[in-house]
């Protein structure tokens, strides 16, 4: 079936070091792909998207690429902040099954110190 | 608008009891799910419906019923508290049409003991 796989955490950057988290995926089809942040004690958010191969999904600093060939879809930041700690989750989607769910990876905690 | 809301934040019962967790959506979307968050595996589908009186399950529904009366409720219920159903529960709702992007609620953090 469908999965996702991501890199485990927790991880640790000071302030300003460059960000990745990679993501894999296994799916049959055209999945879209997201990235969701989850703040402390909060609900998921958005962070970014990609609906088709080569797509480049950015917001907030961060950007990540769909790319079919390799079935990643690596999160990066070139300067991470304080105030981007928080868990990290990459997905996938297929509109036609089961009303579109996502399918998650397990997290990544990111914890960024001063 | 709200986005979508939850109700209650925090819940803690004892094993057997019931209870109700309360989603609504005030942006007229179609879809509705409801996931659980346990430590180490992400989020996992309970059950999701596609529209006002249409329900089905998703990976996880045993122990769980949901019904859709209106586009705006969803609410989840227990019918039977165990300890394995310890989370967090988070509803979402997202348009038919789309690249699937979902919206979710803030949570419920639910303690059966």
């Known amino acids: 079936g469908d999965s996702v796989t991501q890199m485990e955490g927790p991880v640790t950057l000071s302030e300003e070091a460059f960000l990745t988290i990679n993501c894999s995926y296994t799916?049959?089809?055209?999945?879209?792909l997201f990235w969701y942040v989850q703040y402390p004690g909060e609900g998921l958010q958005l962070l970014l998207k990609?609906?088709?191969?080569?797509d480049k999904g950015s917001n907030k600093g961060f950007e990540a690429t769909y790319r079919k060939e390799t079935t990643s879809f690596h999160l990066e930041k070139g300067s991470v902040q304080v105030s981007d700690s928080a868990v990290y989750f990459c997905?996938?989607?297929?509109?036609?099954?089961?009303?579109?769910?996502?399918?998650f990876g397990q997290g990544t905690e990111l914890s960024v110190k001063p | 608008n709200a986005g979508v809301t939850q109700t209650p934040k925090f819940q803690v019962l004892k094993t057997g009891q019931s209870m109700t967790l309360q989603c609504a959506q005030d942006?007229?979307?179609?879809?509705m799910s409801w996931y659980r968050q346990d430590p180490g595996m992400g989020l996992r589908l309970i059950h999701y419906?596609?529209?006002?009186?249409?329900?089905d399950q998703g990976e996880v529904p045993n122990g769980y019923n949901v019904s859709r009366s209106t586009t705006e409720d969803f609410p989840l219920r227990l019918l039977s508290a165990a300890p394995s159903q310890t989370s967090v529960y988070f509803c979402?709702?997202?348009?038919?049409?789309?690249?699937?992007?979902?919206?979710f609620g803030p949570g419920t953090r639910l303690l059966v003991l």
């Open positions: 419906s596609v529209g006002a009186g249409i329900t």
């Open positions: 997905a996938l989607s297929k509109t036609e099954n089961q009303g579109g769910k996502l399918i």
């Open positions: 979402a709702s997202r348009p038919r049409q789309g690249p699937g992007t979902q919206y």
């Open positions: 942006m007229n979307h179609e879809y």
């Open positions: 799916a049959t089809g055209y999945p879209s």
């Open positions: 990609a609906t088709k191969a080569d």
